[in-house]
Antibody, heavy 120, light 107 residues
Framework: EVQLVQSGAEMKKAGESLKISCQVS????????IAWVRQMPGKGLEWMGI????????RYSPSFEGQVTISVDKSISAAYLRWSSLKASDTAVYYC??????????????WGRGTPVTVS | SNELTQPPSVSVSPGQTARITCSGD??????AYWYQHKSGQAPVVVIY???ERPSGIPERFSGSSSRTTVALTISGVQAEDEADYYC??????????FGGGTRLTVL
C-alpha cells in the first residue's frame, strides 16, 4: 500500500526555522515526483512546488519561489519542506502528494494527511 | 488566464444530483482532475482525465467536459459525500493549478 506519512503539528514563533517531513512507503521513492500543497485557514489548495527524488530536480510555484525549500533524503524515502524564517502568514496546513502519471497526464495521488503549522 | 473558477458552495438533499462546475481557459487544452477533501483527511482523487473514475470511487461520481468548462456530477448524493471538492489542471507553464474549491453541503 502506498502511504505518505507526514510529521506532526508544529507551533512556532515568527522568525524561527522549520522543516516538516513526508515519509513515503509502498513504491519506489526515486521514480515519482513529490509535491507540496498549502491550505491556509478557510482557503483552498495551492501548489507550492515539486521535487523528483531521483535527481532532486525541483520546481517552485512563482508564489513560493524563495520562500521555502523542498528537498529529499533518498536513503530514508523522505521529502521535506523547510522555512528559514517563518511568518505569521505561513500558518496553514501543508500536504505532500505523489505525482501519479498515465501517458501525458499527471495528477496527485495519493496525498498525506497534512501537517498543521501555526506561527505566532 | 491560468485561473480555475468554481462556485463556492453547492447544496443538495440526499438522493438528489449535485453538479459542480470548474471553468478556465486552460481546460480547453488540458485535462481536469477532481479531488474530494473531507476535513482532517487527505484529499482523494475522484475523477481524473476529465471523465475517468479511479477504482474504489463509487459509480455515482462522474465527470464531463465541454471546451473551457468541466463538471463533477454526483448522482444520488449521500451524506458521506459532504466535503470540499477541488478541480485541478495544468497552467501555461505546465505547473499545477487548483480551483478555489466548492463546499458540498448535504441538507
Amino acid at each position: 500500500e502506498v502511504q505518505l506519512v507526514q510529521s506532526g503539528a508544529e507551533m512556532k514563533k515568527a522568525g524561527e526555522s522549520l522543516k516538516i517531513s513526508c515519509q513515503v512507503s509502498g513504491y519506489n521513492f526515486n521514480n515519482y515526483w513529490i509535491a507540496w500543497v498549502r491550505q491556509m485557514p478557510g482557503k483552498g489548495l495551492e501548489w507550492m512546488g515539486i521535487i523528483y527524488p531521483g535527481d532532486s530536480d525541483t520546481r517552485y510555484s512563482p508564489s513560493f519561489e524563495g520562500q521555502v525549500t523542498i528537498s529529499v533524503d533518498k536513503s530514508i524515502s523522505a521529502a521535506y519542506l523547510r522555512w528559514s524564517s517563518l511568518k505569521a502568514s505561513d500558518t496553514a496546513v501543508y500536504y505532500c502528494a505523489r505525482l501519479w502519471h498515465s501517458g501525458g497526464d499527471r495528477w496527485f495521488d495519493p496525498w498525506g494527511r497534512g501537517t498543521p503549522v501555526t506561527v505566532s | 488566464s491560468n485561473e480555475l473558477t468554481q462556485p463556492p458552495s453547492v447544496s443538495v438533499s440526499p438522493g438528489q444530483t449535485a453538479r459542480i462546475t470548474c471553468s478556465g481557459d486552460a481546460l480547453s487544452q488540458q485535462h481536469a482532475y477532481w479531488y474530494q477533501h473531507k476535513s482532517g483527511q487527505a484529499p482523494v482523487v475522484v475523477i481524473y482525465k476529465d471523465i475517468e473514475r479511479p477504482s474504489g470511487i463509487p459509480e455515482r461520481f462522474s465527470g464531463s467536459s465541454s471546451r473551457t468548462t468541466v463538471a463533477l456530477t454526483i448522482s444520488g448524493v449521500q451524506a458521506e459525500d459532504e466535503a470540499d471538492y477541488y478541480c485541478q489542471s495544468a497552467d501555461n507553464n505546465a505547473d499545477w493549478v487548483f480551483g478555489g474549491g466548492t463546499r458540498l453541503t448535504v441538507l
